[in-house]
Every structure is written in C-alpha cells, then in structure tokens.
C-alpha cells in the first residue's frame, strides 16, 4: 500500500514491537525503530521526536501520539525473528487523520542487520518526498558502520538500553559492549558505547576516574578509526578527554557529532555540560535548552538545566524545570537536591527543611543544615555539621575530595575547602564533572583569593562566566 504523504516534516518513530520472540529479540526490536531513528536524523529538513521521548507511546494510536508529541507523522511496526531470519513490517501513519500512508514487510536471512534498517529508512524517506541517494545520505555523511555479526549486535543493543538508564546499570553496559567488541573487533558503534560509558561512569559510580580512563580513551579511538563519521564515536572521545581538561578538543569533537546528527540532543547537552564545566555558563544554557526541545521527556537533560540555571542565579525558570523534571521522571536522582538548593536560593528554608535527607547525601543535607542556620537554629545546624562530617569520613564516601569540598565551603573553611578542591582537581573527581567546579555558587566567598584563580589555571578553565 503507498499513498503519498502530504507535508509531513516531523516524526514520531515509535519502539518497534517484539512479536512471539524472546528477550533478545525485544532488544532487536527496540534497536531497530532506535537505528531507524538515527538515520532519519540526517535527512536535511525532518524533524524527529527524540527515542526518550517516544518510549511510553509503543503500541498507542497514532493520532494520540501526534497530539502528544506534536508531531505529522507516526512510524511503528513489528519485528519477528527466528535462528538468523528477521520478517519486519512498518508502517507510516498520518497523525492528523490516522491514514495508513505507507506499509510494506521485510523477510531475509540477517547477514548485516543494517542492511533492513537502510532499506525501512529509504522506503519511509521516498513516502516523505526527500531524497535519499544510495548508502550516501543527502548531507554527504556516509552510513555507519555495522556489523554483520548478529550476536554482536544484540549485545550492543543491550549494552545501549543500559547506557541509558545509567547508575549501576553502567558496569553492565560496559561488560556488554566489550563482549560485542569481541564479537566483532571491527563493530564501530560498539567501541563508541564503551566510550560513552566508560565516560559517565565516574560521574555515577565510586568508579575512580584514573581506573576507567585509560581504556575508554582507547575504545573512542578505535571508534574514530573504524569510523570518523560516527557521532557516538565523536560523544565518547569529547567525554573522556575532558578528563585531560582538554575543552577546546572536547568541545570540536562534539561539535563534529552535532554536524552528523543535528537532532542528537545527547551531543547538545554533553556540549553544555562542557562549556558549563569550563566556565563557559552564558553559552551553557542555550545548548542544554537545545537538548530539552530535542528531546522534552529526559530528565536527564532537564535536571541538567535546572542545575545550570540556578547557579546563574535564574531560580524561576529554574524550579520550573525542576517541576518538568519531576513529571518526566520522577526517579531522576538530582531532581530533589536541585528542588533544595532552588528553596534555599529563594529564601524558603522551610521548604529544604521538607525535603529528606536520604534523598541525595550530601547535597541535601548540606542545605537542611545551611536553612537551620538562616533560621537561626544553631543546634539543628551544628547536629547536622558534625553528623555529615563524620559521614564523610567514612571509607569510600569521598574519594576524590569533591564532597568535602563542598561541605567545608559551606561552613566557610577557606583552607579545608581549597585543600579539598585542590585534591578533586588531581584526581578528576565530581566536583568538576558533576557539579561543574567555576560556577558552583557555594565558592563564590572563594573568588577574591588568589587561590581560586590558581585552581582554573590548573583546570585549564576561566571565571563563570554568567552574562
């Protein structure tokens, strides 16, 4: 059935279902609408819901989720596989009227699962009226390297899955890649998700950075030099060099990812995250916005500049990001310290006092103890000083310093806290990474001492830069 597609230049690509196949196969399935999604990206002028956004509308009306997720168009489909046989039916649906415009179904034995992706990718690019010549796409980037390997790519479309939910799901992401790696010792993309993970995995784990880094600089240059024109390959190497406080490398090679995936709102928000870990706030915000429009339901990247923006000092817009941050996911780990600092900033110090400790220690605790201290109750306030103290002292609580670093500001201890600073910077630890070392407005009383500037000369940053 083909029925031309009038004016449809944005999209919903939804998870593809797994029909009668086992866990494996949900992961193929899933991994096809997500690759079919990545292509699609490239194609000058279409717009694409990103794959966070379109994950919880698998299976549901076409006209609703047009409405959901403001989008013309609607591609879904199912995917069968038994042994190395793959029978995959798609469709693209109207979302305005709920007209089927075009459906067709794939049968073959797999030699290179990409080969099915490319050919659901061109039938879908001809029903839009955009052109699409060959293995060469309209921007001259060429295809990604696959693998002709099916075990391989199954193991890369889990480790992937588990790259995303992040937390300790990372070490099993890495296991999972490596082995595809293994698999297949020219797989690209599967080098790249070892980069990517290896990359956040410090920033999520007690995983010491010096541990990780070494092997995942590796993997993202083997990446690059299986394939440059892969923009996962281009997030894992700008990730891991900035461990080497390399920003202005870090900042090409995310700029290169950008260049092959427009719409890649990872690429956008890791850009962010570096002008922002670099002092580069004024450029941070707009970017990390750029990562919210692309993809509206990750609370990832909301979370990320709700952070931003209250330590600029834009506490509305940043609790109404914290609020959107809650509706998306609701689990997110930095939703609620981000909601205490926002109450602090704004002088509502009863409001932290609501918020639990056990929701993110140290940060929240820091600002339950700073509010009794507004208040003026100094015997909660020293309670909790002395009780994170402690906490903080505890084998493997604080490794690389950045916690103590933060503590001891604010109870305004220059010497421990510039010790503290001085110890996360050697060791490349969160205080950087996470919380972003020049604009964390706790050492703003830091400022007038040559210290500070001494620590960004050693970071390789400059002063945030805020306007």
């Not at 994950?55 to 069968?80: C, E, F, H």
């Not at 928000?269 to 993809?295: C, F, N, T």
Request: hydrophobic share 40%.
């Amino acid at each position: 059935m083909e029925t031309a597609a009038p004016g449809i230049h944005s999209l919903a690509v939804l998870p593809f279902r797994n029909i009668g196949g086992d866990t494996a196969n949900a992961y193929f399935a899933e991994g096809m609408s997500d690759e079919i999604t990545v292509e699609l990206t490239r194609v000058p002028g279409l717009v694409l819901a990103s794959r966070n956004s379109v994950a919880k509308y698998q299976g549901m009306d076409p006209t609703q989720v047009g409405k959901a997720l403001n989008v013309g168009g609607v591609i879904d489909g199912m995917v069968r596989r038994a042994g190395d046989r793959i029978r995959l039916t798609a469709q693209l649906t109207d979302a305005s009227s709920g007209r089927v415009l075009w459906t067709d179904t794939y049968e073959q034995k797999v030699q290179n699962v990409f080969d099915v992706q490319d050919s659901v990718t061109k039938a879908i690019v001809k029903q839009l009226k955009l052109k699409l010549s060959g293995v060469q796409l309209a921007s001259g980037i060429p295809n990604p390297q696959g693998t002709s390997d099916l075990e391989a790519y199954d193991l890369y479309l889990r480790g992937r899955y588990l790259l995303a939910r992040r937390g300790r799901h990372l070490y099993q992401a890495l296991q999972l890649f490596e082995a595809a790696t293994k698999k297949d010792t020219t797989f690209a993309r599967a080098y790249a998700g070892y980069a990517m993970t290896a990359s956040v995995l410090p920033q999520y784990t007690s995983t010491p950075t010096d541990s990780i880094f070494p092997i995942g600089l590796k993997a993202a240059q083997r990446a690059i030099d299986l394939d440059p024109n892969l923009a996962d390959a281009h997030l894992g190497l700008g990730n891991m060099i900035q461990y080497e406080f390399k920003w202005e490398e870090a900042e090409r090679h995310f700029r290169r990812a950008i260049a092959i995936e427009p719409n890649n709102a990872q690429a956008h928000q890791w850009l962010g995250d570096m002008y922002w870990i670099s002092g580069r706030a004024s450029e941070s915000v707009p970017e990390i916005r750029k990562a919210v429009a692309l993809d509206p339901l990750a609370g990832a990247i909301r979370a990320d500049l709700a952070g931003t923006l209250f330590n600029v000092g834009r506490l509305d817009e940043a609790m109404e990001q914290t609020r959107r941050t809650f509706e998306v996911d609701s689990a997110f780990p930095y939703n609620t310290p981000n909601l205490a600092v926002i109450h602090y900033l704004r002088g509502a110090y009863d409001s932290v006092l609501t918020i639990k400790t056990d929701a993110y220690p140290p940060w929240v605790t820091i600002f339950r103890m700073l509010s009794y201290e507004k208040l003026g109750d100094r015997a909660n306030f020293a309670l909790l000083r002395d009780s994170l103290a402690t906490a903080l002292r505890r084998p493997g609580e604080d490794n690389d310093g950045s916690r103590r670093a933060l503590y001891f500001a604010a109870i305004r201890n220059v010497d421990s806290t510039f010790f503290y600073i001085d110890r996360a910077i050697t060791k490349r630890g969160g205080l950087i990474y996470n919380a972003g070392l020049p604009c964390v407005f706790l050492f703003n009383f830091l400022h007038d001492d040559p210290r500070w500037d001494a620590a960004l000369k050693r970071l390789r940053a400059r002063r945030c830069n805020v306007a």
